[in-house]
């Protein structure tokens, strides 16, 4: 049982660079989920994030929403936070 756990991976803004799919995603998709990263970590199986996800359907693949934060779960302090931090080229100043 205790080997299941090392499957489970918490991607934080920090570590999504870890999720290579993502590279594969359109610019502003990428920046929905990065700015939900700033209060909503993606905890999920690598299981789904290397075999489950299909990519080429993203958003819109069932997995990837059940497992991924999503543009709705957004404020619109998040949305101004993750802007100004684009603006001047800082995505440090999120974290």
Known sequence: MSATNTYIEMFD???LD???QLKSLPVGLIEVIMTAALD???RT???LVNE???WGCVPDDPVFRMSSPHLVMLTEEH???F???KAT???AQMV
């Open 52 to 54: 489950l996800i299909v």
């Open 83 to 85: 802007h100004r931090a």
């Open 79 to 81: 949305l101004k936070v």
């Open 45 to 47: 199986r690598s299981c």
């Open 18 to 20: 870890r999720i290579k």
């Open 40 to 42: 909503f970590s993606i």
């Open 13 to 15: 803004l920090g570590k």
């Open 89 to 91: 080229d800082d995505l």
